[in-house]
């Protein structure tokens, strides 16, 4: 019956799954987005470590400071394989207000996974001016090895160019941490400190450590991190907020339809029940199509988001900063409040059909 | 006597009282009787075939098809289900739906067997000559072909009571004829009961028994 119901009323149908769709697809894309931008900010601060050590109560990371000394105090102790200090920060490029920085050490093993479009790794030097360009900033920036680019307050030597994975750092600059720190008059700190655990060993020395020595700092392993900090939760429960206002209008949409498959059909649901379906029965098919059109149209809004997704990350400006795969988690999460936009939006139709009088009913017009 | 239908001092109004449609109305119908509920237009044969089944509350009385109260909603929908079968002046189909869909409605009703059901409706179709429409949708089929379906649909869950409301009401004089001698053979072949609403008398004089109505009460019977 819900099926046939449905198929009766194909137009209806699409409308309903139509609004769902979009919501679903709205979500998933805000979700898709704002989550792949976590998740590569994540892979920046990750690189080869297991462990984050920044500076504690800072509402975001281009806050903390963190002496470049405990880096080496790190790499002294017995659990720790490997420490690299990274300064974050937000630098101006003349036809560029934003671009981001990275102050690192030559050592620092980010650099080398890149692709070397220009120049060579040992062209980057702790000592030097010389800033390496991910292959997007040196796009925009018209920037070329050999030549100097004005940044900031300075100008600086173009040392190489290289291509990365990552988004952010395929547009960002890859300073020397001294020149960055010198740039930004943060000398001796930096924002984050990036631990990697010698073998057989436990994260939980290094947060013991810390909290001995350092009393200030914060060790947090990469998925604690991503956890608790605050700008990943805003930027996580913003993609959520948004994306359950889509629904929003996506359930108004089923209960639209819902009410008008109920009130256009008061003589068949009167009907049915002459024909011995309970009130319970006449619900349970109510909320029955709105569950079908909002499975449909979750279907469709998945496909939609997919699509959409991957033809966002195929445009040259924004490749590297989508990320075109939808979790799991998501599409769960997306079918789940589906679901319940369904049920919702099917509440008071079911009910006015359950309460139907078939006498009364069949006498309307 | 095995009584199929009793209807004790059944009284019914709308519009909060103001309009009384029975008044105080008492029937008894025998099983395998064929009763045809007779009377003008508003005399309340329709609504007495309401509160017959259910359909309609009363406000006051009692009424009973097998010995089983109507007026609770397990028992209602459990007597709609299993032993009254409902025919309408106009069919009341759903049009976008095969003749087969429809009739197949009062047996998703109880969750029957599809098997058994598509059996039943197979025989139904044949005895009432739509089995070569049943496949069409509604909107292709004649006034007849339609009334004769909702006759088919009223039938599928073989129910012991039948309760018809101006069943040739909207159709021309052949297919009346056509329609009504397959109602009285179908239901005095299988034994059951029939309670019909005409505004007819020479319908109504074909049945076992006559019940004349007028302005909510029984004036008479005949036979």
Known sequence: ?365 | MNTEVLVEDVWKSFDRGRIEVLKGVALTVPKGEIVALCGTSGCGKSTLLNVISGLEEVDRGNVRVSGVDVVRESTRVDLLRHHIGYVFQFHHLMPDLTLAENCMVPVIAVGGSRAESMARLQELAVATGVEHRLNQRVRELSGGERQRGALVRSLMNDPELLLCDEPTGALDEKNREKVFELLLELVRSRGRTLVLATHDPELASRCDRTVRMRDGRIEGFSN
Request: one cysteine or more; proline letters at 3%.
């Open chain 1, 1 to 365: 019956m819900i099926f046939t119901n449905l198929r009766r009323h194909r137009v209806r149908t699409a409308i309903g799954a139509t609004g769902i769709a979009l919501g679903v697809a709205t979500m998933l894309s805000v979700v898709g987005l704002l989550g792949g931008a976590v998740k590569m900010f994540e892979r920046i601060l990750r690189s080869d470590a297991e462990m984050v050590v920044f500076e504690k109560n800072v509402s975001d990371l281009f806050f903390s400071n963190v002496e470049v000394a405990v880096v080496d105090e790190l790499k002294s102790q017995p659990f720790v394989k490997e420490a690299q200090p990274v300064l974050f920060s937000i630098i101006a490029a003349p036809d560029r207000p934003v671009v981001t920085c990275f102050g690192i050490r030559a050592s620092d093993g980010r650099l080398k996974k890149g692709e070397w479009l220009e120049g060579r790794p040992a062209d980057f030097h702790d000592d030097g001016e010389g800033i390496v360009l991910g292959e997007r900033a040196a796009d925009f920036l018209h920037a070329k090895t050999g030549g100097t680019i004005k940044l900031g307050q300075g100008t600086y030597p173009v040392a190489g160019v290289v291509r990365m994975e990552n988004g952010f750092e395929n547009g960002g600059v890859f300073m020397p941490l001294p020149a960055c720190q010198k740039a930004f008059h943060k000398e001796g700190v930096c924002s984050v400190v990036t631990v990697a655990l010698a073998a057989g060993h436990e994260s939980s020395e290094v947060k013991a450590w810390m909290g001995k020595n350092h009393e200030r700092l914060s060790a947090l392993e990469n998925e604690e991190f991503s956890r608790s900090y605050s700008q990943f939760k805003i930027m996580k429960t913003t993609a959520w907020v948004v994306g359950g206002c889509a629904f929003l209008l996506g359930g108004l949409s089923v209960t639209n339809t819902m009410i008008l498959s109920v009130f256009g059909r008061i003589k068949e649901l009167a009907i049915a029940r002459v024909c011995g379906f309970s009130r319970s029965q006449v619900a349970l098919m109510i909320f029955g199509e709105s569950l079908l059109v909002s499975a449909i149209g979750t279907v469709a809004g998945w496909g939609l988001s997919a699509v959409g997704l991957r033809l966002l990350s195929a445009i040259p400006q924004l490749q590297g900063y989508i990320e075109p795969n939808i979790g799991w988690i998501e599409v769960a999460g997306a079918m789940a409040l589906a679901a319940v936009t369904a049920l919702v939006g099917a509440m008071y139709p079911a009910w006015y059909a359950a309460q139907l009088k078939p006498a009364q009913a069949l006498r309307f017009e």
